[in-house]
C-alpha cells in the first residue's frame, strides 16, 4: 500500500500568465486493491496502486479550485467482488490528501457501453445505485465564477435503461438554460478518438451512434468552448468547430493496441507500460480561453529525494509566448495516422492517431514549424497543421524552386494556411536577379514573408563517404549575399542560415550581431543537435536557446522534432520514435519560458570560466542570467568562481524542470552547483555585479 507520508512535490507557477481559477483533470486511475491476479500478465500492474496514490498526491499539491476525475477510478469492475472495498480504499486516500474530486462515470465503475462485442457487461441498476450511493449523481451541473460546467454519463448513452433518455433530456435543457455561458463539459468515453466517422459497434474506444452524433450536435449548437474525455489511456486533441475536445492519458498506464501508432517497437509489455506518457492536466481560466497544461506522472510512485527544496516549473504553452523565436522543422509528419489492428479489446481495426508530437509542441512553448509543401495537400496533416495555427503556432511552407514553378500562383492555393513561404533553390547560393524578383512579387501579392534557402547538393562531409546536401547559408557567406542582393536591388523577408551541429551555437549566433544585412530582415537560423552522446547534446539545446535571446528578430527551428533514424545520417530530435520527450526536450522547454515569457530584451555579458566547463551570460533589465554548462567530470570549483552573480538568487535545473529559488548568497550557490553535469541556469539581480 502507497505510504501516504511521503512528502508532496511543490509546483512553481511563476512562468504561467494569471489566471482567474484553476481545475485538475485527472483519469483512468485504475487503482486496484489487489494487483497480484492481474500482474500475472502484466508486471507493471504492481506499481499501479502506488502510481495513482502519487498522481492524487501531486495533483492535491496543486491546491487548484477543483478537480475532476474522468472515470476508471478502479481497475475492479462490478463485476469483480473487490470493487466496493477497492473503491473505499481509494475514496480513503482522496480524504487523507483532503481532495474532494467530482466524479464521471466510467466503464471499469458501472459498467460498459451498450455494444455485444465489450469485455464487461453492460451498466445495470444496480451497478449505477451503486455509483449514485457512493459519489451521487452521474449527471450534474455546477458553476465556478464565469464556467458552467457539465458532467455526463458516457455509459448510459444508447443504451436500454430509462436513464439514457433522463440524461439526454436533462442536458438539452441545461445547456439551454446556460445558453451564452463559458461551458465545459466531461465525460468518461470520448464521443469519437480519431474522427466522427469512425466505427462504432466492435470499437472500444468511443461511443456508438447515434449517441455519438447526439454530441457532437450539441457541442456545435450550444458553442460549448471545451470538451474533456478520458477511457483511451492515450492523449489526443480534437475540434468540433470552435470546442477543444481533449482525450486526457491515464495517470497509471498506457494502451497496448495503440502502439501501432508509432514504426519502432513497443514500449514494455506490448506498450502497456509507457509512463512518460502518464499524467493529468492543470486547466486554468484565462478571460478568453483555457489553458490547459500537461502535469507528466513519468510513472512515478514517490517522492525524489533530490527534489528537496526544489520547486517544479509548470512551463508556459505557446499562446502564452507570443515573442518566442523557437521552433521545430517536421521532417516526419506532425500526426502519425495508422490503420491499426484487430486487436483486443476492439473487434474491428483500432485506428489510432498519435497526437504527442502535436501536444510537444505546444507545451514547449515553440512558436513556429516548417512543414514541406505537401502535408499542405495530406489529408491528414492539412488539417493539423491548422489546429496548430489556431493553437498560436505560425506555420512556414517549404517549396523547393524548379523552371517549372510558378511561385506566386502556387503560394495563391494555401495563402490563408500558412504563415510564410520557405523557397528552397538548388544549387544557387546567390539566385539570378528574376527568381529574386519573383520573391518579391510573391510578397506583394499576398502579403506573406518569403524566405530564401539555398541547396547545396554534394558538399563534402567529414566521416561521411557520400556527399552530403546542405540547406541554408554559412555565416561566412552572409557579407557576400548582401553585396549580391544590392547589385540585384532586391531585398529579402529573411534568409536561411545553417548552423553545423559541431560548432557551438554561442559562438555562431554571436557571430551573426556582427553582420548588418541591410537588404535581408532577418535570419531563420537552423541547428541540429549533435549525434554524439546525450550530455553534448543537452549542452548544444542549452547553448541554442540561450543564445537565441540575442537574435529578437530572428527565429530558431530545431531540425527535427521528432528523431530521424532512417537515413544515411542519424538526426536527433526532441522526441524519440515514441513520440516521449528526450531530456533535450525539456531544456527547450523550460528555457523557453524563462527567457521569452516576458518584454525583456538581453545583450551578451561576458563570464571568464576556467577548465573544462563554460558559463555564458545575458544581461537584461531585470535579472542577469548565467548559463551553466559542466565539463565531462561535472561542475568544478574554478566554474563555480566565475559566476559573478548576487543579490536574489536563483538557480534552474534545465533538463529536469526544477527551480530553486530564495538562494541566500553566492557560496550557497556555489555549493548546489558543485559536481552537476547537465545544464544549469543561474539568476541573480540585473543592477547588481
Not at 445505485?129 to 450534474?140: C, I, K, L, M, N
Amino acid at each position: 500500500m502507497p505510504n501516504l507520508n511521503d512528502a508532496a512535490p511543490q509546483y512553481d507557477r511563476s512562468l504561467l500568465p494569471p489566471a482567474k481559477s484553476e481545475f485538475v483533470v485527472f483519469s483512468d486511475s485504475h487503482f486496484i486493491l489487489d494487483p497480484e491476479p492481474y500482474a500475472e500478465e502484466f508486471n507493471s500492474v504492481r506499481h499501479w496502486p502506488a502510481r495513482a496514490a502519487w498522481a492524487w498526491r501531486c495533483a492535491a499539491a496543486l491546491e487548484a479550485d477543483l478537480l475532476v476525475h474522468l472515470g476508471d477510478l478502479t481497475e475492479e469492475n462490478p463485476a469483480r467482488a473487490q470493487q466496493p472495498d477497492s473503491r473505499r480504499a481509494a475514496r480513503a486516500q482522496f480524504e487523507r490528501l483532503g481532495l474532494r474530486p467530482r466524479h464521471v462515470a466510467g466503464n471499469m465503475d458501472i459498467g460498459d457501453k451498450p455494444d455485444p462485442t465489450m469485455w464487461t457487461e453492460w451498466v445495470t441498476p444496480e451497478s449505477l445505485e451503486a455509483f449514485h450511493r457512493d459519489f451521487g449523481p452521474s449527471w450534474y451541473a455546477f458553476d465556478r465564477g464565469d464556467l458552467h460546467f457539465v458532467v455526463l454519463n458516457s455509459q448510459l448513452m444508447n443504451g436500454p435503461l430509462p436513464q439514457a433518455a433522463e440524461q439526454q433530456a436533462w442536458a438539452e435543457a441545461d445547456l439551454e438554460a446556460h445558453a451564452g455561458r463559458r461551458i465545459v463539459l466531461f465525460m468518461h468515453m470520448p464521443p469519437f478518438f480519431v474522427a466522427e466517422d469512425e466505427p462504432d459497434t466492435g470499437f472500444y474506444n468511443s461511443i456508438n451512434e447515434p449517441a455519438r452524433s447526439w454530441i457532437t450536435g450539441l457541442l456545435r449548437r450550444r458553442q460549448v468552448e471545451a470538451l474533456f474525455a478520458g477511457h483511451t489511456h492515450f492523449r489526443a486533441f480534437n475540434r468540433v468547430d470552435a470546442t477543444r475536445f481533449y482525450v486526457a492519458p491515464s495517470t497509471t498506464t498506457s494502451r497496448a493496441a495503440f502502439s501501432e501508432a508509432f514504426s519502432v517497437a513497443p514500449a514494455p509489455e506490448q506498450g502497456r507500460n509507457d509512463p512518460a506518457k502518464t499524467g493529468f492536466y492543470l486547466v486554468r481560466e484565462y478571460a478568453d480561453a483555457l489553458g490547459v497544461y500537461f502535469v507528466r506522472m513519468n510513472g512515478q510512485t514517490a517522492a525524489d529525494e533530490a527534489e528537496a527544496g526544489w520547486k517544479r516549473l509548470l512551463c508556459a504553452k505557446s499562446r502564452d509566448l507570443p515573442r518566442s523565436p523557437l521552433g521545430a522543422y517536421l521532417r516526419t509528419p506532425l500526426a502519425q495516422l495508422a490503420a491499426g489492428a484487430l486487436a483486443w479489446p476492439s473487434v474491428l481495426r483500432q485506428r489510432v492517431r498519435d497526437d504527442h508530437p502535436f501536444h510537444a509542441v505546444l507545451e514547449a512553448g515553440l512558436r513556429h514549424v516548417r512543414a514541406p509543401l505537401s502535408d499542405l495537400e495530406d489529408a491528414v496533416q492539412a488539417p493539423r497543421l491548422q489546429m496548430l495555427r489556431d493553437e498560436g503556432v505560425g506555420l512556414t511552407a517549404v517549396w523547393l524552386w524548379s523552371p517549372r514553378l510558378e511561385l506566386a500562383k502556387s503560394v495563391e492555393r494555401f495563402a490563408g494556411s500558412v504563415d510564410a513561404v520557405e523557397l528552397q533553390v538548388p544549387g544557387e547560393l546567390f539566385p539570378e536577379s528574376s527568381l529574386l524578383r519573383g520573391l518579391e512579387a510573391c510578397r506583394e501579392r499576398h502579403g506573406l514573408p518569403v524566405v530564401l534557402t539555398p541547396v547545396i547538393a554534394r558538399e563534402a562531409t567529414q566521416g561521411k563517404y557520400h556527399p552530403r546536401t546542405r540547406f541554408g547559408y554559412r555565416v561566412e557567406e552572409l557579407a557576400k549575399l548582401e553585396r549580391h542582393l544590392e547589385a540585384c536591388a532586391a531585398r529579402l523577408d529573411r534568409v536561411h542560415v545553417h548552423v553545423d551541429p559541431e560548432v557551438s551555437p554561442w559562438d555562431a549566433l554571436g557571430a551573426l550581431l556582427e553582420y548588418r544585412i541591410e537588404r535581408a530582415g532577418a535570419f531563420d537560423l537552423v541547428v541540429r543537435l549533435p549525434q554524439a552522446d546525450e550530455r553534448l547534446r543537452l549542452r548544444y539545446a542549452a547553448e541554442a536557446v540561450f543564445a537565441a535571446a540575442l537574435q529578437p528578430r530572428s527565429r530558431l527551428f530545431f531540425d527535427t522534432l521528432v528523431d530521424l533514424d532512417r537515413t544515411n545520417d542519424l538526426n536527433p530530435g526532441l522526441l524519440d520514435r515514441l513520440s516521449n520527450p528526450h531530456p533535450a526536450y525539456f531544456v527547450v522547454q523550460t528555457l523557453n519560458s524563462i527567457l521569452f515569457g516576458g518584454a525583456e530584451c538581453f545583450a551578451p555579458e561576458p563570464v571568464e570560466a576556467r577548465g573544462a566547463d563554460r558559463i555564458l551570460g545575458l544581461r537584461g533589465s531585470a535579472r542577469r542570467h548565467r548559463l551553466v554548462l559542466p565539463g565531462p567530470g561535472g561542475f568544478g570549483a574554478a566554474g563555480r568562481d566565475a559566476l559573478g552573480l548576487s543579490g536574489e538568487l536563483a538557480l534552474v535545473d534545465l533538463a529536469r524542470g526544477w527551480r530553486r529559488a530564495g538562494i541566500r548568497d553566492a557560496k550557497a550557490l556555489r555549493d548546489l552547483l558543485d559536481g552537476v553535469r547537465t545544464p544549469h541556469l543561474a539568476t541573480g539581480e540585473a543592477g547588481r555585479a
